[in-house]
């Protein structure tokens, strides 16, 4: 079996402000450590399920926070970015048999996280297809599904959680905090 993991930050536990989640700030490694390990633990549980074959994804920033040796083996690694047109799932084909999204976060302007963001928050304050604010989580799904391959598990804020849960009720989703404002309530890692 195949699976496909992309890992972001803004939605890992215990991430709260922006600065977390920039390499040049102090705050940043150990929420890049705990992203490499919330990595890693789905990384065995898709071993544990029966995966024979993962690619892993480093969608945050520059693409460059993961370390081949943060994962186990066989975990395949992609760092930096190509300009691909799937984005944070680039390489995905046909091929796969599954994906899970680590450490995902809802779109812009959503309240649930204060780092909620689509694609760039630089260059969009918000993106709509058919008039609903989109998610990052939308707009790959949506991108996987026209290749075949289901989304098995989300793990994010609340408020992405919700929104995967009223997209496709049979994707698994884990609860990693809830934002407030500029605040979080994190669950334990």
Not at 52 to 70: C, E
Not at 124 to 144: K, Q, T
Not at 183 to 188: D, G, K, R
Request: glycine share 10%; charged share 20%; aromatic share 4%.
């Amino acid at each position: 079996m195949k699976v496909y993991l992309s890992v972001d930050i803004e939605g890992v536990a215990g991430i709260t402000a922006w600065e977390e989640a920039r390499k040049e700030h102090a705050d940043y490694p150990p929420l890049r450590d705990r992203m490499a390990r919330e990595a890693a633990v789905a990384c065995e549980a898709a071993l544990g399920a029966g995966a024979t074959s993962l690619l892993v994804k480093d969608a945050h920033g520059t693409g460059r926070n993961l370390r081949a040796d943060d994962l186990p083996a066989p975990a395949r690694l992609i760092r930096g970015w190509s300009g691909h047109p799937s984005c944070m799932l680039q390489e995905l084909d046909p091929s796969f048999d599954a994906i899970l999204l680590i450490g995902w976060h809802g779109p812009a302007g959503a309240g649930d996280n204060p780092l909620a963001h689509t694609l760039s928050s630089r260059n969009l304050a918000e993106v709509l297809l058919d008039g609903v604010r989109s998610s990052e989580f939308r707009l790959h799904a949506l991108l996987a599904a026209e290749m075949g391959v289901p989304v098995a598990l989300v793990a994010g804020d609340a408020g992405l959680c919700d929104e995967v849960q009223a997209t496709n009720a049979s994707i698994t989703t884990i609860r990693t905090m809830r934002g407030f404002g500029a605040s979080t309530l994190s669950e334990h890692p």
